[in-house]
RNA sequence: GCCAAAGUGGCGGAAUUGGUAGACGCGCUGGACUCAAAAUCCAGUGGAGCUUAAACUCCGUGAGGGUUCGAGUCCCUCCUUUGGUACCA
């Protein structure tokens, strides 16, 4: 009869509940660990098998710590806020907080149902106003900051203002020269639009993602999935609020640097930062006053550029552009802007068209013709580029298009034939002042770009494909953005003691209609007059983004209760940085980008005490449906955790999970495989309880073989360290070769097989539990030591020998531990096979690796 | 196109620093128990050759080359799959 699982499983869940098992303890003498999973959106499918993947991982790891002697804190919340509540609102008029408790509650039955070992008193809901007074609070630390650029660091803007006061902006970085008497006399909305302009958080008129049928932007990466809806999604510019993550980028790359994270992340992360080295070059118009700057990262190939490309948006556009030319160039601009950046990438052919303006190649003094093509876009570098033919690519395809000279300045490739990028030696570049000539491509630019700097014509230059963050949605259901428009024309920012600001209530959540979040129609909650100024005003009616509680939710489970503070300086320093965190790569770029950044804000006004968040990080694997592609409702190949839970217990689901393949491997799926497992739960149960599931008498302290004591050795020591490593699979197979070596050897000696429940409990914790308690023990096991192995019960005393003829396995020998490399050489040639296969041919050469193998080579 | 990861039996997957390829599980085959089935237990299971059998031999980790006494593991070239990115100057 199989074991019931469904009665220990409830059983022990609630043993754990009432006992408050799992509460986090606090102990200043032991070490801690923090073991995170990102916490889920709450949806209304219920959880997929997915989720318990990541999750069983991290509670084995938190399970074995606590045995281990660790504080553990493993918390779990929700991701709340976000579009498809709002968008089932829309169409039900059901107020999205009813919907996400409601989901919220599956989603929590669901993970109990698995046996997670969570402390449930800090559970976390970012859509709580106690838990979103703190969101709203950190913005208001980025927008209260700016970057000062000296130190590559945020700072309070008060700081700012009062260095203003002193010293002007003689101390700052490229800006005009402003008197501390010129700033002290500037009206109170000029100095406060000169600050915003240095605020980590502030207004721009940005081109956005945006879709009339859901009446609200969406970030980059949402696109794709509402565009596969049906819905349709237009570039427009509307003023949105941005955060400066783009003073971080530096930082990102260096501090990503010993993070101990897949490679593969941090890579990604790495080429969506985009760093680039190179200069900017200034080139003079002709006949004009105004001048062009571009940006390179070959200012080695200057000497060939033979014309100059500006993004159609570029604001010179209109200047040099000649009357008998502007209808075509605005033609062409006006057909750009319809064209979505997607399509602007996938057009293979490129296109433009000439302005009639000149400029001056300031190497060769000769002049260029300036065109305006989409292939140059605006967001990067300057909008605006030289052009070398002879080593881009691009360049090159669209001089053979429009019959543009190609100079050849980098002697390695064909410039007749096709462009030619790599390094090489420098040609054709000289003039009276500077010579690339025989140069190679490193020195050519040293060269350059210190003749540059001389003639104050250039600088060199890093540059960034990383954007600064859009941060504001027009939605209901997110966080309300505290601030305060004022009839003056200025901003204020709500205080502390103002927050939180809690979301209005609203009848209906249908988009407002305009470019504004349905929050424009809660006019009550609105129109404000200002308490301190006593101005007209009216608050912000974007809202954040989904990302904003995910920003800073791994803080807040630090100390949930606090009201004073988003956490505890002392509960910060005591338990951060995370330990390791679990979750989908998806993730990759973005929120884990946006997390180091409010961190590293944060950091940086002193509130935290590590440069980042996330120690060590790792990605579950994606579980493919049955038939091996994605699951999916269409496909009917979506497997269902409860189903799972009911047929065969959460441990068997625990156990297969692990057991499937690596942790962050893709792997499919395969009800086959959670049978294995559960026939494994039943044959350790067996081993265990009688029929009546009491204590079978034959477990009791018997005399031990050798190998029975060696396979229990080996079995701790193995699943110890696999459990460290996140290599449960492995450790899942150790233990089948325990149980199966007990199952063959008739006797049941009670001193291997009860800490064994204890190595076998943070995989299938219920059935631990249970057979823990029928070894006589009245507590749970969660606390209790995990079992300590001897290295010396593992070493076999004698050791089989592989015996080798020219590499290949021609006998196998038993031998004493340790036997001489001698005396194994001498062993090896009495061998009879071996004697055999070497017959009379020359020994040429004898290895012996000790313990392991002989291998004679012969000839 | 570029960047990254990965290709091992019928299937999921194991294999410290290069040292017995295929652990463990699934499936399959045979057997025990049973009137029978399910469940359970036992044995076998990479392919080929040879043999009454035991034994033995050869081949085998995506393909081809290389380094080495010895390569799944290291190096080079190529192919395939997956993830990311895409005119980033």
Not at 777 to 791: C, I, Q, V, Y
């Amino acid at each position: 009869m199989p074991y019931n699982f469904e009665l220990i499983e409830a059983k022990w869940q609630r043993y754990w509940d009432d006992h408050g098992t799992f509460v986090t303890m606090e102990d200043p003498g032991k070490p801690k660990a923090f073991i995170l999973d990102m916490f889920p959106y709450p949806s209304g499918a219920g959880l997929h098998v997915g989720h318990p993947e990541g999750y069983t991982a991290t509670d084995i790891l938190s399970r074995f710590k606590r045995m281990k002697g660790f504080n553990v804190l493993h918390p779990i919340g929700w991701d709340a806020f976000g579009l498809p509540a709002e968008r089932y609102a829309m169409q039900t008029n059901i107020h999205p907080r009813i919907t996400t408790i409601q989901n919220i509650n599956t989603f929590r039955r669901q993970i109990k149902m698995l046996g997670l070992s969570y402390d449930w008193t800090r559970e976390i809901d970012t859509t709580d106003p106690n838990y979103y007074k703190w969101t709203q609070w950190i913005f208001l630390q980025v927008y209260n900051s700016w970057f000062d650029l000296r130190v590559q660091k945020a700072r309070p803007i008060a700081e700012l203002e009062e260095e203003l006061g002193r010293h002007g902006t003689k101390n700052l970085f490229g800006i005009e020269h402003l008197a501390p008497e010129q700033w002290k006399s500037l009206s109170k909305k000029e100095q406060h639009d000169f600050l915003a302009d240095f605020r980590l958080a502030y207004i721009a008129e940005v081109p956005v993602n945006w879709c009339e049928a859901l009446g609200t932007v969406l970030a980059n990466e949402e696109v794709g999935e509402w565009t596969e809806k049906g819905y349709t999604v237009e570039r427009r510019p509307l003023r949105q609020w941005m955060m400066r993550i783009t003073a971080y980028a530096e930082r990102f790359l260096e501090d990503g640097k010993t993070l101990d994270w897949p490679a593969s992340t941090l890579d990604q992360q790495t080429n969506w930062i985009g760093r680039s080295e190179g200069a900017e070059i200034t080139f003079s118009l002709s006949g004009r006053s105004e001048t062009i700057i571009v940006f390179t990262t070959r200012p080695d190939t200057v000497f060939g550029a033979t014309y100059m490309v500006l993004a159609p948006e570029h604001p010179l556009v209109s200047l040099i552009t000649t009357p008998d030319k502007k209808k075509l160039v605005d033609e062409y601009a006006e057909k750009t802007k319809k064209k979505s950046d997607l399509e602007r990438g996938t057009e293979s052919v490129k296109t433009g068209v000439f302005t009639g303006g000149y400029a001056v190649n300031p190497a060769t003094k000769k002049t260029i013709p300036i065109w305006i093509a989409d292939y140059v876009l605006m967001g990067y570098g300057t909008g605006a580029i030289m052009a070398v033919p002879g080593h881009d690519e691009r360049d090159y395809e669209f001089a053979k298009s429009f019959n543009i000279p190609i100079v050849e300045v980098v002697q390695g490739g064909d410039v007749k034939k096709a462009a030619y990028v790599g390094d090489g030696v420098g040609m054709n570049s000289s003039n009276d002042e500077v010579s690339l000539n025989g140069l190679k491509t490193a020195e050519a630019t040293n060269v350059i770009v210190n003749w540059l700097e001389e003639k104050h014509i250039g600088t060199r230059t890093v540059r960034y494909k990383l954007r600064d963050w859009l941060f504001s949605r027009q939605r209901y259901w997110g966080e309300p953005i505290p601030i305060i428009h004022l009839d003056d024309g200025t901003m204020r920012a709500l205080s502390e003691d103002e927050l939180p600001l809690i979301l209005p209530e609203l009848k209906r959540f249908q988009p407002s209609g305009t470019t504004e979040s349905p929050l424009a129609l809660a006019e009550d909650w609105i129109n404000v007059v200002d308490a301190e100024t006593g101005l007209n005003g009216r608050r912000e009616t974007n809202t954040m983004p989904q990302w904003a509680g995910s920003c800073w939710y791994y803080l807040r489970y630090l100390d949930p209760k606090n009201d004073r503070e988003f956490c505890s300086p002392e509960k910060e320093r005591f338990w951060m940085p995370i330990d390791l965190y679990v979750g989908g790569s998806e993730h990759t770029v973005l929120h884990l980008l946006y997390a180091r950044f409010w961190h590293k804000v944060l950091y940086d006004l002193g509130y935290l005490s590590t440069v980042e968040p996330f120690e060590r990080l790792r990605h579950q694997g994606v579980i493919l449906g049955e038939d091996g592609s994605k699951m999916s409702k269409s496909r009917g190949n979506v497997v269902n955790p409860d189903d799972v839970v009911k047929k065969y217990g959460a441990d068997a689901m625990r156990l297969f999970e692990m057991f499937l393949g690596p942790l962050e491997e893709m792997k499919p799926w395969n009800t086959r495989g959670v049978e294995g497992v559960y026939r494994f739960l039943n044959r350790v149960w067996r081993l265990y309880a009688d029929e009546e599931g009491r204590l079978d008498p034959a477990v009791k302290e018997s005399p031990l073989t050798l190998e029975l004591e060696r396979v229990y050795h080996a079995t701790v020591k193995k699943v110890g360290e696999d459990i460290e490593s996140l290599r449960f699979n492995t450790a899942i197979s150790q233990m089948m070769i325990f149980v199966n070596e007990l199952t063959k050897a008739e006797v049941r000696p009670r001193q291997i097989l009860e800490p064994f429940v204890l190595v076998l409990s943070p995989f299938a914790p219920h059935l631990a539990e249970e057979l823990w308690q029928i070894l006589g023990h009245t507590h749970s096991l969660a606390h209790e030591p995990f079992p300590k192995h001897d290295e010396s019960k593992i070493q076999q005393s004698t050791i089989e020998i592989v015996l080798q003829v020219n590499g290949k396995v021609r006998s196998k020998l038993h031998v004493a531990r340790d036997t001489s490399e001698k005396d194994l050489e001498g062993l090896s040639l009495s061998d009879e096979s071996v004697r055999k296969h070497v017959g009379d041919k020359k020994i040429m050469k004898t290895i012996v690796v000790k313990n392991k193998l002989v291998n004679l080579v012969v000839r």
